[in-house]
């Protein structure tokens, strides 16, 4: 499925140029006669069209943190090579490697393409693990579909409704280089139906709270650590269910910490109400939910570990 007629790839090795020129680049670069750590996202937009995203002090997640210093560029491909450049440089991505000179043309350094994965990525589920899904069958979720190698579909929920608990989920996103904003790579993991944590191809991006790892509507990640498109990337929850009293009034709001490929993005974070799209009430218990919002995004190796009242 593509939103807004646009292509949804999701085999790399037919993606095509613009695939293998967006990503992450890392490496140190002179400047005023000093090498710093430098971090580069790459994203692709279509037609040889990128925007090239510098951070200063690295990779977000490894080194640099939201409010340090970074800079955006628009670039294109012309004659083999995608070029930028800034106030002090001049950049030239090929081969995998982000060459950067100064404005006379003398080199002060090279970034190299870094392939992150998160360090909780094939996680395997503990002793006293619920198996969600592990790629044979969708036997625990309504009118589940696997695809023909092993992934979960999205527009689905759990048979299994579920209070408190640790929850790892692994999702990819489309390659979508054409499509900009929420027509990109969109879905959302729904705890209890309830509460949704959006998936998107937000590579590059601010990090808002409709973005990848947001708590939609609601509350921005304190870092967008959202790989490139068909990597493959985790969701690891510690969620608090909220409570009822035995009227069915709420006393406690629901919380939650978020790993978003091993970086911590939200630490107890209260939640005070629903996000849109899912059931219409709170309760005690309920479903975990992935929505369809008209991409091809994929899950796998779901499980979780109820926790004690």
């Known amino acids: 499925m593509a939103a807004?007629?646009?292509?949804?790839?999701?085999?790399?090795?037919?993606?095509?140029?613009?695939?293998?020129?967006?990503?992450?680049?890392?490496?140190?670069?002179?400047?005023?006669?000093?090498?710093?750590?430098?971090?580069?996202?790459?994203?692709?937009?279509?037609?040889?069209k990128f925007s090239a995203v510098v951070y200063h002090g690295g990779l977000p997640g490894d080194g640099w943190k939201k409010g340090d210093p970074k800079e955006s560029f628009?670039?294109?491909?012309?004659?083999?090579?995608?070029?930028?450049?800034?106030?002090?440089?001049?950049?030239?991505?090929?081969?995998?490697?982000?060459?950067?000179?100064?404005?006379?043309?003398e080199e002060v350094g090279t970034l190299k393409k870094a392939e992150r994965q998160s360090p909780t990525l094939a996680a395997k589920p503990p002793a006293d693990a619920v198996v969600l899904f592990d790629g044979s069958n969708a036997d625990q979720f309504v009118h589940g579909k696997v695809t023909p190698d092993g992934l979960l579909q999205v527009g689905t929920k759990t048979k299994l409704e579920f209070g408190s608990c640790q929850l790892h989920v692994e999702f990819?996103?489309?390659?979508?280089?054409?499509?900009?904003?929420?027509?990109?790579?969109?879905?959302?993991?729904?705890?209890?139906?309830?509460?949704?944590f959006q998936v998107l191809d937000s590579f590059g991006l601010e990090g808002k709270n409709?973005?990848?790892?947001?708590?939609?509507?609601?509350?921005?990640?304190?870092?967008?650590?959202?790989?490139?498109?068909?990597?493959?990337?985790?969701?690891?929850?510690?969620?608090?269910a909220p409570k009822f009293d035995s009227a069915g009034k709420k006393t406690a709001n629901a919380r939650v910490t978020l790993r978003h490929?091993?970086?911590?993005?939200?630490?107890?974070?209260?939640?005070?109400?629903?996000?849109?799209?899912?059931?219409?009430?709170?309760?005690?218990?309920?479903?975990?939910?992935?929505?369809?919002?008209g991409n091809s995004v994929v899950y796998r190796n779901i499980w979780l570990v109820e926790k004690k009242p």
């Open 172 to 196: 990819r996103t489309p390659f979508m280089p054409a499509a900009r904003g929420q027509g990109r790579g969109n879905s959302g993991v729904y705890l209890h139906d309830c509460y949704e």
């Open 261 to 293: 490929n091993g970086v911590v993005i939200y630490d107890d974070l209260e939640i005070p109400r629903l996000t849109p799209g899912g059931r219409s009430n709170e309760a005690a218990t309920g479903p975990l939910a992935l929505q369809n919002h």
């Open 74 to 105: 628009d670039c294109k491909t012309e004659n083999g090579a995608t070029a930028f450049m800034s106030k002090h440089h001049q950049a030239r991505i090929a081969d995998g490697k982000i060459a950067v000179n100064d404005l006379s043309g």
């Open 4 to 48: 807004a007629g646009q292509p949804a790839l999701t085999d790399a090795n037919s993606a095509g140029p613009d695939f293998q020129t967006q990503g992450e680049y890392v490496g140190e670069i002179e400047i005023e006669g000093v090498k710093k750590k430098v971090g580069v996202q790459v994203i692709a937009l279509g037609e040889g």
């Open 210 to 240: 409709n973005e990848c790892g947001g708590l939609y509507s609601m509350e921005e990640p304190k870092l967008n650590m959202c790989f490139p498109p068909l990597a493959w990337q985790t969701y690891d929850f510690d969620f608090t």
